[in-house]
């Protein structure tokens, strides 16, 4: 099981990216997807996932901002990042476990990327 994210690099703030995951060895149709971002000096932090029903959950800084989402044939994850600030930079990291519902823990995945990282100037 392997997950590849893309899709990172160096925006202005106020712009827009869009992060891939894409993920081989495995299917997502059975499997739960959670985004986490790690700054520089700071703890890992949860920003959303989606569960195998399509519902979601996502931290109170990027809701609204930062949209997780799925496509099923390509068996690729996406977040989608808008009117991203300053202090969204990081590395970016998609996570997997075979599951129904998703959580925003970081023990609640077994399958990790290798990150991405995302800087927002200002």
């Known amino acids: 099981a392997q997950l590849v994210e893309s899709g990172g690099g160096l925006v202005q703030a106020g712009g827009s990216l869009r992060l891939s995951c894409a993920l081989s060895?495995?299917?997502?149709?059975?499997?739960?997807i959670g985004w986490f971002r790690q700054a520089p000096g700071k703890e890992l932090e949860a920003i959303s996932c989606?569960?195998?029903?399509?519902?979601?959950r996502s931290k109170d800084s990027v809701e609204g901002r930062f949209t997780i989402s799925y496509d099923y044939p390509k068996n690729t994850a996406y977040l989608q990042m808008n009117t991203l600030k300053p202090e969204d930079t990081a590395v970016y990291y998609c996570?997997?476990?075979?599951?129904?519902?998703?959580?925003?823990?970081?023990?609640?995945?077994?399958?990790w990327g290798q990150g991405t990282q995302v800087t927002v100037s200002a």
């Open positions: 060895g495995f299917s997502i149709d059975d499997y739960v």
């Open positions: 989606m569960s195998i029903d399509g519902s979601t």
């Open positions: 996570a997997a476990d075979w599951s129904t519902e998703c959580t925003l823990l970081r023990s609640g995945y077994r399958y």
